[in-house]
């Protein structure tokens, strides 16, 4: 795309002296409050580690894999996107180093560089400039977070693409963010401010000079401090915006607003707005300073220790806590911890009981008892993929009676292979067997997730490889399962669910990725209602 038809303007979020501070959340915020000025955002994030994508990465590792309407494995950062705006993200959203080489070696093997020598500048910052440029058609601001810290040697490049866009667009159109560190020594009872002084002198060696500093802490910063941090930044005090610690994220947008990020973004973009409206998050900053009830929800996985490996499933239930005006209590339980020990001593004082995706065949029998115990005690249950597929090995097994029923994942030489990997997809690469993206499905009526959706068709994103046997549709229907999601193209099984019984379903998609706080998703809603009476 040629940059002078190109009307946005950039913003670019940086980070340093560690990683983890949350440039995510702050992108996400920041894009959330400029929509309540009424421009039109959209995001991008760059990762600079060499995989082309998440999707075969470790959830200890990397956390959460994000998946897109249009069937893209990216960054959990993209979910932060889309809880606080009204973006919905694609493969636009999100690229690689892996995915930018790829390019760049792709187009030479065609010949496109004419027999050039291929270098770092300008065939890969060019690759990265034109991805930026790809994702700005017909909006008015875009902003782009870079992963990882200043002064990794995998951040270069795309440090170095950013740095020559404030000549490509001019100043008036490109904006700095850094986001930094400002820690408290308990030990001499001080705030330090030299990370901070230290993360930008590198960012300026670089040749980035930061408009905005945006400045983690844990405690209010005087404006004594600010104006030091201002001084031996060069930048302008009211550009330096305190980022303190909240009890919950969405706290953030009204946070940095009081602190001025809109005001000082709109100041230096020149932009032309309304006034904000900020009604949706007061509304919901109120909710959750001022719940009705409580509810405690157990997330039973093997994921555990990294609570990002289900950030957006935390979410939300979080969000459907908002819509029934309660707080929801999140407990994570290890399903090899239930295995071992039972669920009665982990799973009696929960109000609802969550079983998430996953892959492999650990803490599966740990699972499949949870399930058992939910469905045994009348304990609101909700599977979502890999729950959903231990659901029906669950009720196979224990309800109609096929002993050791299992899925293919786990034992491919099993009698009663209730889930198995499509005929149409063995023997290809794993990679080539997933469903990946959107997929349409239609409800039975009169089901709990027609009551929840309150419509008869919808669509959901997928992340899976294993599917329901239709073979054995039949026989489980006739002893009780209830299916009531079917994606009418293959008749897949979508959804299935139990009839006596305060609250089961489970879903073959991922509902979690869809869902918002200011649009909490139908079947989150309905499960934390179901946890609620639950508690009554």
């Not at 902003?143 to 000549?167: M, S």
């Not at 597929?389 to 096929?402: K, L, Y």
Request: aromatic fraction near 8%; include cysteine.
């Amino acid at each position: 795309m040629d940059s002078d038809s190109v009307k946005a303007k950039f913003i670019f979020v940086t980070g340093g002296v560690v990683s983890s501070l949350g440039k995510g959340v702050a992108s996400a915020a920041a894009g959330s409050l400029l929509e309540c000025h009424g421009l039109k955002v959209t995001f991008l994030k760059f990762d600079p580690y060499i995989n082309v994508d998440p999707g075969t990465m470790n959830p200890f590792q990397h956390g959460e894999v994000f998946v897109t309407d249009d069937g893209t494995e990216t960054d959990l950062d993209l979910g932060h996107y889309e809880r606080y705006t009204t973006v919905t993200t694609s493969r636009k959203n999100n690229y690689t180093t892996g995915k930018i080489y790829y390019n760049v070696i792709t187009k030479e093997r065609r010949g496109e560089y004419l027999g050039g020598t291929v270098q770092m500048v300008p065939h890969i910052t060019d690759e990265i400039k034109r991805c930026i440029l790809e994702a700005a058609n017909s909006m008015d601001i875009v902003i782009v977070e870079i992963g990882g810290t200043v002064g990794d040697i995998e951040g270069l490049p795309f440090l170095e693409a950013i740095r020559q866009f404030k000549y490509d667009m001019g100043s008036d159109r490109t904006l700095y963010i850094h986001l930094t560190l400002i820690p408290f020594v308990k030990t001499a009872d001080e705030i330090k401010t030299k990370p901070t002084q230290h993360s930008v002198n590198k960012m300026r060696e670089i040749g980035i000079q930061p408009d905005i500093l945006l400045c983690r802490t844990d405690r209010p910063i005087s404006e004594e401090v600010k104006k030091k941090i201002a001084l031996f930044c060069n930048v302008e005090s009211e550009a330096v915006i305190i980022a303190r610690d909240v009890e919950n994220i969405y706290e953030i947008p009204l946070m940095l607003h009081d602190d001025g990020l809109d005001r000082i973004i709109i100041k230096k973009l020149n932009l032309s707005v309304q006034e904000p409206d900020l009604s949706r998050w007061i509304d919901i900053v109120n909710r959750i300073r001022n719940p009705k009830g409580k509810v405690t929800i157990a997330i039973v996985g093997k994921y555990i220790n990294l609570r990002d490996s289900y950030k957006s499933l935390c979410e939300a239930l979080i969000h459907g806590g908002l819509a029934n005006n309660v707080d929801v209590n999140l407990q994570l339980v290890d399903a090899e911890e239930i295995d071992s020990n039972g669920p009665e001593s982990l799973l009696s004082d929960v109000d609802g009981i969550l079983v998430p995706g996953g892959f492999g065949n650990r803490g599966i029998e740990g699972k499949i008892k949870t399930i058992r115990y939910a469905r045994e005690n009348r304990k609101p249950f909700f599977g979502i993929c890999l729950g959903m597929q231990c659901a029906v090995i669950e009720f196979a097994r224990h309800v109609a009676g096929m002993k050791d029923a299992n899925s293919t994942e786990f034992d491919e030489k099993t009698l009663y292979p209730v889930i198995h990997i499509m005929p149409d997809q063995e023997g290809k690469e794993k990679g080539g067997t997933m469903r990946l993206g959107a997929y349409p499905c239609v409800l039975m009526p009169n089901s709990t997730a027609y009551q929840a959706y309150k419509s008869g068709k919808i669509s959901e994103r997928h992340r899976h490889r294993y599917e329901f046997n239709n073979a054995y549709r039949d026989d489980l229907i006739k002893t009780g399962l209830v299916i009531s999601g079917l994606y009418p193209q293959k008749d897949l099984v979508e959804i299935v669910e139990l009839k006596e019984h305060p609250w089961f379903l489970a879903t073959q998609f991922h509902p979690e990725f869809k869902s918002r706080p200011t649009a909490p998703h139908p079947l989150f809603t309905s499960f934390i209602g179901a946890a609620v009476r639950q508690a009554e």
